[in-house]
């Protein structure tokens, strides 16, 4: 049974309760930025695996240098050298240094290291004796196996995204292949016969079809990979065919336009005819009222707002949640800050949630949304380039500069690949 005017909240559980992670893949660590681990990652060794000098100066053993003052050094017999590396078999003995560089191993005997700038020797690599101007504390200036990551440590866990510093940490512990979930594939298709391809020719009435190409870049900043369909006359029969024909290669479908009140607005009949069912339609929030979510083919498909910013918002609400799931991350929630309301937005009264576009700065310390005074409306697609943020501001309570309200940030990564 369709169910008609959920909340957002509502509508976001609806849609998360009806998608699975896809399947797994194992890879190249190095092609991994932006894919979701599979698996729990520990680490087979301790990080560092050996104590190691974090200056460029003197292995030593601390005991011998507890009276060294600038005035009266204490000298120590210099038994080799040793970049990062390198190591020596050298056993210190008392009154004996060697000469270390950050990043190599710590000696055996030694157990402190002098920095350079605590010793006479600095610029003279070649010298057999040092004098250390100062006392070293025990383990002064080593870093000691397993610091940074104990053996058996659990460095990454299942459903992390794979960024910048999980490659780092992957490599870190030695990590040269990952299994992860395949990106998962998101149909898009647009429908309207208004809509005229970019390389055409505009005639009157007609306007460019740009859904397509912001939901192409939402769906690769979100971690899917997009498949984009040609977008299609709001007839049923072709829109029918075009689901139909997408669902066997797609993980889920988005589509946009056509699930309003219209005698053009054919998607629900549309989602049916493929031999799918109507979850639920219609959200409590503006703009984006009439979402639709069905399930065709046992696969999830996200009937957004046809209205460029309409699509935005209900495809940062529902379909970004959606597809992190499908890829396996551990927390697909999209989360907003709590920021302060800076000015009133003045809004009519309407008994829905409301998500305004707002820049974002931070003043005396507190991050401030400024509501766009214009530009507001769902057709209005210019005012969606520079802002910072969505805002919400609930249906229910009155909200007044300086509450506190959510922002959905929009700092969206760029990354991914086509399916052509
Ligand atoms: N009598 C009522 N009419 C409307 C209502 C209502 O409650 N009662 N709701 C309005 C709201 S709110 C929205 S949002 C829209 C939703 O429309 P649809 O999702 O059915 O979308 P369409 O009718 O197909 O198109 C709406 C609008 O968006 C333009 N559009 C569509 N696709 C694209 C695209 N791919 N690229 C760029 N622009 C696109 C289309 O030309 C229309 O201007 O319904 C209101 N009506
Ligand atoms: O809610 Mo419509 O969603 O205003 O644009
Ligand atoms: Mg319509």
């Known amino acids: 049974m369709m169910r008609v005017g959920l909340t957002v909240e509502e509508a976001i559980r609806e849609v998360l309760a009806h998608v699975k992670p896809v399947s797994t893949i194992e890879m190249p660590m190095k092609d991994a930025f932006g894919y979701t681990l599979a698996e729990d990652v520990t680490?087979?060794?301790p990080v560092p695996s050996f104590d190691r000098s974090m200056m460029d100066g003197f292995a030593?053993?601390?005991?011998?240098?507890?009276?060294?003052?600038?005035?009266?050094?204490?000298?120590?017999?210099v038994r080799?050298?040793?970049?990062?590396?390198?190591?020596?078999?050298?056993?210190l003995q008392p009154g004996e240094a060697i000469r270390i560089m950050t990043g190599a191993p710590i000696?055996?005997?030694?157990?402190?290291?002098?920095?350079?700038?605590?010793?006479?020797?600095?610029?003279?690599?070649?010298?057999?004796?040092?004098?250390?101007?100062?006392?070293?504390?025990?383990?002064?200036?080593?870093?000691?196996?397993?610091?940074?990551?104990?053996?058996?440590?659990?460095?990454?866990?299942?459903?992390?995204?794979?960024?910048?510093?999980e490659m780092a940490l992957l490599a870190t512990v030695g990590v040269a292949k990952v299994t992860?979930?395949?990106?998962?594939?998101?149909?898009?298709?647009?429908?309207g016969r208004e809509l005229v391809g970019v390389e055409q020719p505009l005639s009157y009435g007609k306007i460019y079809n740009s859904n397509t190409?912001?939901?192409?870049?939402?769906?690769?900043?979100?971690?899917g990979?997009?498949?984009?369909?040609?977008?299609?006359?709001?007839?049923?029969?072709?829109?029918?065919?075009?689901?139909?024909?997408?669902?066997?290669?797609?993980?889920?479908?988005v589509t946009t336009g056509g699930v309003s009140i219209g005698d053009f607005d054919v998607m629900r009949a549309a989602y049916h005819l493929s031999g799918g069912w109507v979850n639920f339609w219609k959200v409590n929030?503006?703009?984006?009222?009439?979402?639709?979510?069905?399930?065709?083919?046992?696969?999830?498909?996200?009937?957004?707002?046809?209205?460029?910013?309409?699509?935005?918002?209900?495809?940062?609400?529902?379909?970004?949640?959606?597809?992190?799931?499908?890829?396996?991350?551990?927390?697909?929630?999209?989360?907003?800050?709590?920021?302060?309301?800076?000015?009133?937005?003045?809004?009519?009264?309407?008994?829905?949630?409301?998500?305004?576009?707002a820049t974002v700065r931070i003043d005396q310390g507190q991050a401030r949304a400024y509501p766009l005074p214009a530009g507001q409306s769902a057709g209005i697609i210019s005012t969606l380039s520079g802002i910072q943020a969505f805002i919400r501001i609930p249906a229910k309570a009155e909200v007044k500069p300086g509450d506190l309200v959510e922002a959905y940030m929009l700092d969206l990564p760029v990354a991914g690949e086509i399916v052509p």
């Open 285 to 357: 929030m503006r703009p984006g009222t009439p979402f639709t979510f069905a399930v065709v083919q046992e696969k999830p498909v996200l009937g957004l707002s046809g209205n460029p910013a309409a699509g935005f918002v209900n495809a940062m609400l529902f379909v970004q949640p959606a597809i992190r799931a499908m890829a396996g991350v551990a927390q697909p929630e999209t989360r907003p800050l709590q920021v302060v309301l800076a000015e009133d937005p003045e809004l009519k009264v309407i008994g829905m949630d409301r998500f305004l576009r």
């Open 213 to 223: 190409y912001m939901l192409s870049g939402l769906i690769s900043a979100w971690g």
């Open 107 to 165: 000696p055996r005997g030694a157990d402190g290291v002098a920095r350079f700038e605590i010793t006479d020797a600095q610029n003279h690599p070649e010298a057999e004796e040092v004098g250390i101007l100062l006392p070293v504390r025990e383990g002064e200036s080593i870093s000691l196996t397993g610091e940074d990551i104990a053996v058996g440590a659990k460095v990454l866990k299942k459903g992390t995204v794979i960024g910048a510093v």
């Open 80 to 91: 080799g050298r040793i970049g990062a590396g390198q190591a020596t078999d050298h056993v």
């Open 180 to 191: 992860v979930y395949r990106k998962p594939i998101i149909g898009v298709l647009s429908s």
């Open 60 to 77: 030593i053993r601390t005991a011998d240098v507890q009276t060294a003052t600038p005035e009266t050094p204490v000298r120590l017999q």
């Open 43 to 45: 680490a087979n060794a």
């Open 225 to 253: 990979v997009p498949y984009l369909l040609d977008q299609v006359d709001d007839e049923v029969d072709d829109v029918v065919e075009a689901i139909r024909n997408a669902m066997p290669v797609v993980d889920a479908l």
